[in-house]
């Protein structure tokens, strides 16, 4: 499990986000809208496209979901889930790229991109890689302002705080951690949860100590994961709202 970090959201509040992954083609997007209060939406780098884009941001607006940039490697025949060694100019101008689409699909309904946040191979990169977390902050603005950032402990984390970025930390309860603090590798027995009651259960233990608690779109079951998630956070006590 995690470790607390110091930007945790006060015990008193009893308010956590609920985020998931969509727009990536391999789940149901609209049900997961009506259950999450933040959407990690995919800009077409790894999946997605923009008539997706639109439309889950229109969704999104409907329900009053706040939109968030998921962004990656461009690689979308590996999912963004390869490592890459992408130079730091070509980087940012990557995330440039996918931020402004996405902000340019949120506006046909009338809403903002709210944080950005990196998908699979790039996210677990930027834990530790200096280059690659700069230029995803450097990508990561809109207007003149950084994006407040969604992540996990480690260098993005620690750079965007140093920045003066909101930094949004957040949780996993369908996957497994390593003693270090790190999700396990997806390859890894116990890596990947299915059990829906296990995971809402990790989802209100995880609640106290992070800002946001993530399920993964992509898992099979998703949307049923991810209403046990919220049931089991408000019958805990907590409200659900986004960051």
């Not at 450097?138 to 993005?156: A, E, K, Q």
């Not at 705080?161 to 949004?168: D, E, F, H, K």
């Not at 997806?186 to 009651?197: E, I, M, Q, S």
Request: hydrophobic share 40%; glycine share 10%.
């Amino acid at each position: 499990m995690p470790v607390t970090t110091g930007s945790e959201p006060a015990p008193a509040e009893r308010a956590v986000d609920l985020n998931a992954d969509l727009g990536e083609e391999v789940t149901d997007d609209a049900a997961l809208l009506a259950v999450v209060t933040s959407a990690n939406v995919a800009c077409g780098f790894h999946a997605g496209h923009p008539a997706l884009m639109r439309e889950v941001c229109a969704e999104a607006a409907r329900r009053g979901v706040a939109i968030g940039a998921q962004v990656s490697y461009d690689d979308r025949e590996n999912f963004g889930r390869i490592p890459r060694e992408v130079p730091y100019g070509r980087l940012r101008e990557q995330i440039a790229h996918q931020v402004g689409e996405l902000a340019d699909a949120a506006a046909r309904s009338g809403v903002e991109v709210r944080y950005v946040k990196p998908h699979g191979a790039l996210y677990h990169r930027v834990l530790d890689d200096e280059e690659q977390a700069a230029a995803v902050l450097d990508g990561s603005v809109l207007d003149g302002s950084g994006l407040p950032v969604m992540t996990m402990p480690g260098v993005l984390q620690e750079k965007a705080a140093a920045a003066g970025r909101r930094v949004l930390h957040e949780g996993f309860p369908d996957r497994g951690y390593g003693p270090d603090g790190r999700l396990l590798p997806r390859h890894r027995a116990g890596a990947v949860l299915t059990d829906v009651a296990r995971i809402a259960r990790r989802a209100v233990e995880l609640a106290a100590q992070v800002h946001s608690v993530c399920v993964h779109g992509d898992t099979p079951g998703a949307v049923a994961h991810a209403q046990a998630v919220r049931r089991e956070l408000e019958r805990a006590g907590y409200l659900l709202r986004s960051c």
